[in-house]
């Protein structure tokens, strides 16, 4: 739990370049959808290139739940892979409000099949327009937390469709049973916030009171992931504290989501449907409705019945089902391009997701015992696993 919430302390991040050309480039929308004022900041979609002067592969990198393509983890592994001779292209995840306005031909992103869809022809975009900067000479395709399981995915719809030749295929840290996984999200706020959602801002002003307390009376307070490791080695971050921390950010992450979906949709779980939110209207009620939803509720609330509007039929087992790894095992196990990686104690695996991934996977699977979920990316042996497990 702490190494998921402090990530790598300086001392044990590997030693990466420090420029590499990083560059934002627009896309055109792909869907056509007027944009609500209330979303317009996120507009437009980017996604994010550090591109080789020579020619190289290109690996495409997808973000993890509600991360952009400018994420600090997305830099990280775009880094590490330019280094061993890939241009790097990171996009945005399903579960972001640019993705969900610019790229999702369903605005209610949970639903694999449809999100890989759209990842699909956002790939195919992204190619393209990479081709302008750089000459690309073979296409991989990677990703971390959620989006290492939508790389998986999207992996198995190219290989039968034909629609992309990969060479290599990256999952770092993947959810295996995206339901199962997310259920213990909503379990580590409710269990560890006294009070639940409404006790938040109470936990969020002892966790300040005790970072600026650990990190020295005078001193100016950074923000910063050492400023955590201090509080965690002073004794003065609980277990709890810890893991309550982690749920608030998912649950952060899921506000923004179902804000955008029912204000695309109109189907009043958030935004009232007679409401016309305008750019600069106050939307504390809005979110504060949003910020309520669990995971489990943003699936019967919102997900479920928009999959069941008009003549279209979805069942809440077939959607945890579709979403499954196992729902592909044989397809995983067979291709041998597929290369994983994660930790024993990942707090979005159970110990049963972590004997399939052995079982699957085998050698090509790289397991270390401690890290929680994504909290050693940046360590020297973590990078040097992902650039061995992609040398071009």
């Given at each position: 739990m702490a190494a998921t919430i402090l990530g790598t302390p300086s001392a044990q991040q590997a030693k990466l370049p420090d420029d590499v050309p990083i560059n934002r480039h627009k896309l055109a929308p792909l869907v056509e959808r007027s944009t609500p004022p209330t979303l317009a900041y996120a507009r437009p979609m980017h996604y994010v290139l550090a591109a080789q002067p020579q020619s190289a592969p290109l690996m495409v990198l997808i973000a993890g739940t509600g991360a952009g393509a400018n994420s600090a983890k997305c830099k990280t592994l775009l880094r590490a892979l330019y280094e061993v001779g890939y241009s790097v292209?990171?996009?945005?995840?399903?579960?972001?409000?640019?993705?969900?306005?610019?790229?999702?031909?369903?605005?209610?992103?949970?639903?694999?099949?449809?999100?890989?869809?759209?990842?699909?022809?956002?790939?195919?975009?992204?190619?393209?327009?990479?081709?302008?900067?750089?000459?690309?000479?073979?296409?991989?395709?990677?990703?971390?937390?959620?989006?290492?399981?939508?790389?998986?995915?999207?992996?198995?719809?190219?290989?039968?469709?034909?629609?992309?030749?990969?060479?290599?295929?990256?999952?770092?840290?993947?959810?295996?049973?995206?339901?199962?996984?997310?259920?213990?999200?909503?379990?580590?706020?409710?269990?560890?916030?006294?009070?639940?959602?409404?006790?938040?801002?109470?936990?969020?002003?002892?966790?300040?009171?005790?970072?600026?307390?650990?990190?020295?009376?005078?001193?100016?307070?950074?923000?910063?992931?050492?400023?955590?490791?201090?509080?965690?080695?002073s004794g003065r971050a609980s277990q709890r504290e810890l893991a309550g921390g982690v749920g608030l950010v998912f649950r952060l992450a899921l506000a923004n989501m179902a804000y955008a979906a029912d204000t695309l949709t109109n189907l009043g779980v958030v935004v009232p449907q007679s409401a016309r939110m305008g750019r600069y209207q106050r939307r504390g009620a809005a979110m504060h409705r949003a910020f309520e939803l669990s995971f489990g509720q943003y699936v019967h609330k919102l997900l479920l019945p928009y999959w069941n509007r008009g003549q279209r039929h979805l069942t809440f087992e077939q959607l945890k089902r579709e979403n499954s790894l196992?729902?592909?095992?044989?397809?995983?196990?067979?291709?041998?391009?597929?290369?994983?990686?994660?930790?024993?104690?990942?707090?979005?695996?159970?110990?049963?997701?972590?004997?399939?991934?052995?079982?699957?996977?085998?050698?090509?699977?790289?397991?270390?015992?401690?890290?929680?979920?994504?909290?050693?990316l940046s360590s020297r042996q973590t990078i040097r696993d992902i650039q061995q497990a992609v040398a071009p």
């Open positions: 292209a990171c996009l945005p995840s399903p579960t972001s409000v640019s993705f969900i306005l610019g790229a999702a031909e369903h605005p209610v992103p949970g639903r694999m099949s449809s999100d890989v869809a759209s990842l699909s022809r956002l790939l195919r975009r992204v190619r393209a327009d990479a081709a302008r900067h750089t000459t690309i000479t073979s296409l991989s395709v990677g990703g971390y937390s959620l989006g290492a399981t939508e790389a998986a995915f999207l992996a198995r719809r190219a290989s039968q469709r034909g629609t992309f030749e990969f060479e290599h295929v990256l999952l770092i840290n993947p959810a295996v049973s995206v339901w199962d996984s997310v259920q213990r999200m909503d379990r580590l706020l409710a269990d560890n916030i006294p009070g639940g959602i409404e006790g938040t801002p109470a936990f969020i002003a002892r966790a300040l009171g005790k970072l600026k307390t650990a990190y020295g009376h005078g001193k100016p307070l950074s923000f910063s992931t050492e400023a955590l490791y201090r509080m965690y080695r196992r729902s592909i095992a044989g397809f995983l196990q067979r291709d041998k391009r597929i290369r994983a990686m994660t930790n024993a104690d990942d707090i979005i695996l159970s110990k049963g997701d972590v004997a399939f991934l052995r079982r699957t996977f085998g050698t090509r699977l790289k397991i270390r015992p401690h890290g929680g979920h994504m909290g050693n």
